[in-house]
């Protein structure tokens, strides 16, 4: 019989008979030789230092140094101070978001923290705190209303989000003018 060797075959003979020939004489570098041949991989470039100067030929500024010291606690962020309560109250709050000129004369703006009030001056600054949970906001009166009975207050969107009132639509408020 006669053997055809392909180029594939005629290569590995040649590796293995090369393997041999090296003096190795390891058996890993003849079964090496005699699998198929593995697709290379590319070397990654080694990792590059840093460069000294800027990439246009100006010098950089020199590195901060870094702190030795242990970390200093983080400085409490100043408490504002507390504003005078002209007048104070309670009642039931609720909320609009349609659109629609204020009694002020500026477009109604529902993301805006806003309130109508029936009596209190335009630009009065109301803290509003929710009585079933205690979170507060602070509003800007530029409306005039609630028009339906024992509320006193209607909230933009935005200000009965911040006091989490949004699910009932109506809530127990406390209301506080501000100086």
Same mark, same amino acid.
């Given at each position: 019989?006669?053997?055809?060797?392909?180029?594939?075959?005629?290569?590995?003979? !040649?590796?293995?008979?090369?393997?041999?020939?090296?003096?190795?004489?390891?058996?890993?570098?003849?079964?090496?030789?005699?699998?198929?041949?593995?697709?290379?991989?590319?070397?990654?470039?080694?990792?590059? !230092?840093?460069?000294?100067?800027?990439?246009?030929?100006?010098?950089?500024?020199?590195?901060?140094?870094?702190?030795?010291?242990?970390?200093?606690?983080?400085?409490?962020?100043?408490?504002?101070?507390?504003?005078?309560?002209?007048?104070?109250?309670?009642?039931?709050?609720?909320?609009?978001?349609?659109?629609?000129?204020?009694?002020?004369?500026?477009?109604?703006?529902?993301?805006?923290? !806003?309130?109508?009030?029936? !009596?209190?001056?335009?630009?009065?600054?109301?803290?509003?705190?929710?009585?079933?949970?205690?979170?507060?906001?602070?509003?800007?009166?530029?409306?005039?209303?609630?028009?339906?009975?024992?509320?006193?207050?209607?909230?933009?969107?935005?200000?009965?989000?911040?006091?989490?009132?949004?699910?009932?639509?109506?809530?127990?408020?406390?209301?506080?003018?501000?100086?």
């Amino acid at each position: 019989m006669i053997l055809i060797a392909t180029g594939v075959a005629v290569a590995l003979l !040649t590796a293995g008979a090369f393997a041999l020939f090296n003096g190795d004489g390891s058996t890993e570098s003849a079964q090496a030789a005699q699998t198929s041949p593995q697709a290379t991989r590319p070397q990654a470039d080694p990792p590059r !230092t840093a460069p000294t100067r800027a990439s246009r030929g100006g010098t950089r500024s020199p590195e901060p140094e870094k702190n030795t010291e242990p970390e200093s606690k983080p400085r409490p962020k100043p408490k504002k101070k507390p504003r005078k309560v002209l007048q104070s109250g309670s009642c039931q709050a609720s909320y609009y978001w349609e659109g629609q000129m204020t009694a002020s004369g500026e477009p109604f703006d529902p993301s805006e923290l !806003t309130a109508a009030h029936k !009596t209190l001056p335009m630009g009065s600054k109301v803290r509003v705190t929710n009585k079933n949970n205690g979170r507060s906001v602070i509003v800007r009166i530029n409306d005039r209303g609630p028009y339906a009975g024992g509320r006193c207050l209607d909230l933009s969107k935005a200000a009965m989000v911040k006091v989490g009132g949004t699910g009932s639509g109506v809530i127990p408020v406390r209301y506080e003018v501000l100086a």
